[in-house]
């Protein structure tokens, strides 16, 4: 299932390059003629509203990396012939609408595949990696080598070696779960935050500790509901257990947000997510003082520019 933020928060500017036909990662209304589609990972939040037929009888395509493409057209059914894959770190002309361009993708290191850690440890050793069908079914689309792939397995017993399941991405988190070891904290899957699972836990304790704090590191808290709470997002009660929603992205930290704004200087900054007012002035906070803007802006004509677009490669 597709996970929606708020209808508030999203914002139809943050889908579309201004001036262009160019739209990306927006799939939730039927395509248009003329348009040129980008699908910059293989996350739910970003392929939301893709399927099968979503571009029956449009003559659109979807540009996308290598491994985007193998992704969309085994595991939503998208035909090939509706993708434009692109090789990383090659520029590319593509056009739409009269409107050309040339694009360049790269890898924003947004989707780690912790996998291949895992395999060139296995590798080392000489054991093989016990994963899930679905999972095995997903990195079938990675460009892993032959013998990495052979390694890898669904029977349990064929292995002590397995991919543990998370919620999340383990990455950025281990100093988090490392200061819970050393306190009088727990470190718990996201899925169990929840104020009935809290409580059990709180009753297993058998008395020792008679209320709780959760925290959900999450991107999802600035939502409309939650921006009237301020930088901590909202607080859910019940009883003696409180739920703080924490602002916390797996993306980029604000000091290497403004770090890249300071750097590249764009004339407009788009938000994609949180309410509008409190949304554009996050992205006055981004410049800081010395982040001037200059004007940068892609003209639509005929003559040819210049667009770099992040993808996540791994996709998983």
Known sequence: MCRRPDAAAVRAEAKFVSGTPFVVDGFGEPPREGRLYFLTHFHADHYCGLSRRWLAGSSSQIVCSHITARLVARRLGVPEEKLRPLPLRTPAAVGGGGVSATVELIDANHCPGAERVFLLAARSLGLRLHVSAARLATLSCLDLPRADVERLTTDASATRWAVVPMGRSRVNLD???????????????????????????????????????????????????????????????????????????????????????????????????????????????????KAAPVQATLAASAASAHITVSVGECGV
């Open 175 to 289: 100093r988090v779960n490392l200061g819970a070891i050393s306190g009088r904290s727990w470190a718990i899957s996201g899925r169990h935050l929840r104020f009935d699972r809290i409580k059990a836990m709180l009753q297993s304790s058998n008395g020792r500790f008679t209320a709780a704090v959760a925290f959900r590191p999450t991107g999802w808290c600035a939502s409309s509901s939650a921006a009237g709470a301020g930088a901590a997002g909202r607080t859910l009660r019940a009883g003696a257990t409180r739920i703080i929603e924490v602002p916390y992205s797996e993306h980029s930290s604000f000091g290497e947000l403004q770090a890249c704004v300071r750097e590249l200087r764009p004339d407009h900054i788009v938000p994609t997510v949180g309410e509008a007012k409190a949304a554009r002035a996050a992205c006055e906070q981004l410049r800081g003082p």
